[in-house]
């Protein structure tokens, strides 16, 4: 069975630094997506960054990059300059091939400290 | 209006009462879903739709029951709901046909589900 974990509740980070949040995952998919949402209180989850199971470069968009590593099943999210409005939770969630259903994980709330 | 919208955005009802949930996607996407999310739980898919035709049904309680007359709007239509079905209903949409894995889903804003 397919499984997202992200074992930090909650982070918080000061401004203009680095953060990075932590995801793991389980599955016997040989191809497979790997997805960051980010979620505001307004409610609405916001796609940030994709990385493929056989991409061989860390997927990087804007202040977003992801550290991959398949052995370990790991792909944490590096936020670059924190700003305020980062503010907000982020979800790690995997597809794989033949269908539809996204798994997501429970979570990162984080917190940016002006 | 652009990407996905979701009316309405709050909604209270008792356990006897019918309702609706509508969703419009402005994106040209193919597939459509709707997914329940409640406090302290991960994000639960419900239901996809791809080309209006129903291919998850996620062991869904008959008191929702999805209907998807074309691949621009998806409907969650409740009735006799119980106060655990309170939650956020997203809707989100996705431009694969065939259930890829690279494909990212855009998200609309959601409806605050309350029942009384």
């Known amino acids: 069975a397919q499984k997202i974990t992200q074992t930090q509740p909650g982070m918080f980070v000061q401004e203009k630094e680095a953060v990075t949040l932590d995801c793991t995952y389980d599955t016997s998919d040989q191809s497979y997506g790997l997805f960051w949402y980010k979620q505001p209180s307004s409610g609405e989850m916001i796609f940030l960054i994709y990385?493929?199971?056989?991409?061989?470069q860390n997927a990087t968009e804007g202040r977003y990059s992801l550290n991959f590593q398949k052995a370990r099943k790991s792909t944490n999210l590096v936020i670059s300059a924190s700003q305020l409005g980062d503010s907000a939770m982020y979800f790690c969630?995997?597809?794989?091939?033949?269908?539809?259903?996204?798994?997501f994980g429970a979570g990162t709330r984080l917190f940016v400290k002006a | 209006e652009t990407g996905v919208t979701q009316t309405p955005r709050h909604l209270v009802m008792g356990m006897t009462n019918k309702k609706s949930l509508k969703c419009e996607q402005h994106?040209?996407?193919?597939?459509m879903y709707w997914y329940k999310q409640s406090a302290k739980k991960p994000l639960e898919l419900m239901f996809v739709?791809?080309?209006?035709?129903?291919?998850e049904n996620n062991s869904v309680p008959s008191r929702f029951s999805p209907e998807c007359p074309n691949s621009s709007h998806l409907f969650l239509h409740l009735h006799t709901l119980q106060p655990e079905d309170s939650a956020l209903y997203l809707c989100a949409s996705s431009q694969d046909r065939s259930g890829g894995a690279s494909y990212e889903q855009y998200f609309g804003p959601g409806t605050r589900l309350t029942v009384t």
């Open positions: 990385q493929g199971s056989y991409d061989e």
């Open positions: 969630a995997m597809r794989g091939t033949g269908g539809f259903k996204t798994i």
């Open positions: 994106l040209g996407h193919n597939a």
């Open positions: 739709y791809s080309l209006e035709e129903r291919v």
